[in-house]
């Protein structure tokens, strides 16, 4: 027996209906801990329910939550960033000149893809946030002397103010109650051209809440979506979807629900149909699961030609 096949084994035993009462009382408190960082548990009806069942506690809007932000996240890019930078450069290559950055943190975006991909001169990259990562990242601005970076906490003056060509949004949106992707189209003052979206927790079942463990003593509520009911939700507004990508590094264990658990999250990105009617520099136009590239990949951002061929095998 693999090792692999006696671990599905011991999990089945312990997900069914003999010890999952156990297992659930375990993991709650396991959640609920210091060590609990990154944990998920419970299914709840609504982001009310999930707030009602938590400690109280200030979620996101935390100081100490930035620290890795400022310190790692503005510096480094992760397997994941490879293919939002490879189509947030494809995009300012056909003149895309303003981003809007839903959940962008203290800016963790712009400083650390502007090493890897050239930025229009006049670029403006606004970010949505809670108060505290808005303050730490208009300080941060300021230091970097990052000029391109403005800030709101305010979703939506960010949705109505002066229209962007490019949204962006990482592992932010289903943490958010009221922000399924293609409502925040609706309301906005000018639908962007480009939308990337990443680290979001996609499945082939029903819409649920869940909740998370963020570490610091601090906790949210999060949606999972449907996968193909939230991507033809953006798709009826007019957006074709040119590429999806597994996010391996981001994966969902529900104890007790194994048939909501799944191995990883999903990137997407679509682009309004004007600009889908001729694929950007040869890549085709019907997007595949893709293989990731290799670790720090700076061909990508200068001669892609052999990196599309990879990405997109």
């Keep these: 027996m693999t090792h692999a096949s006696a671990a599905q084994i011991m999990r089945e035993l312990l997900e069914g209906p003999v010890a999952r009462p156990a297992l659930l009382r375990w993991r709650r408190q396991q959640f609920l801990a210091k060590e609990g960082f990154g944990f998920y548990f419970g299914v709840f009806e609504s982001f009310a ?5 938590l400690p109280p506690n200030p979620g996101f809007n935390h100081d100490t939550l930035a620290t890795e932000y400022v310190e790692v ?16 450069d494809r995009a300012f290559r056909h003149g895309a000149a303003s981003v809007l950055d839903i959940g962008g943190s203290v800016g963790v975006h712009y ?9 229009p001169s006049a670029l403006t990259w606004r970010i949505v946030e809670v108060p505290a990562m808005v303050a730490i990242g208009r300080r941060l601005a300021a230091e970097r002397g990052a000029m391109a970076l403005s800030f709101t906490d305010d979703l939506e003056e960010g949705l109505t103010s002066a229209g962007a060509d490019i949204w962006i949004s990482s592992g932010t ?17 000018e639908a962007p051209m480009h939308i990337l979206l990443n680290k979001l927790p996609l499945y082939e079942g029903d819409d649920f809440v869940t909740t ?9 509520p999060m949606h999972v979506f449907n996968r193909d ?28 629900y194994p048939e909501r658990s799944f191995p990883s999250f999903t990137g997407l990105y ?7 009617a001729a694929p950007l520099a040869g890549v085709s136009a019907h997007p595949k699961e893709i293989e990731m590239p290799h670790e720090r990949c700076t061909e990508c951002i200068e001669a892609c030609s052999d990196c599309a061929v990879r990405w997109h095998r």
């Design 173 to 189: 949106l289903h943490y958010m109650e009221d922000a399924r992707p293609s409502d925040l189209l609706k309301r906005c003052l």
């Design 49 to 53: 329910a999930a707030r009602e069942w």
């Design 111 to 119: 400083h650390a893809y502007r090493s890897y991909i050239d930025m």
């Design 212 to 220: 998370q463990n963020i570490s610091e003593g601090c906790f949210a």
């Design 270 to 276: 679509f682009a309004a149909e004007s600009q889908s």
């Design 73 to 88: 996240r503005t510096r480094q890019v992760f397997t994941y960033d490879y293919p939002m930078m490879w189509w947030l």
């Design 229 to 256: 009911r939230l991507i033809r939700s953006i798709e009826a507004l007019g957006y074709h979807l040119r590429d999806r990508w597994a996010v391996h590094e981001r994966a969902l264990y529900l104890p007790g």
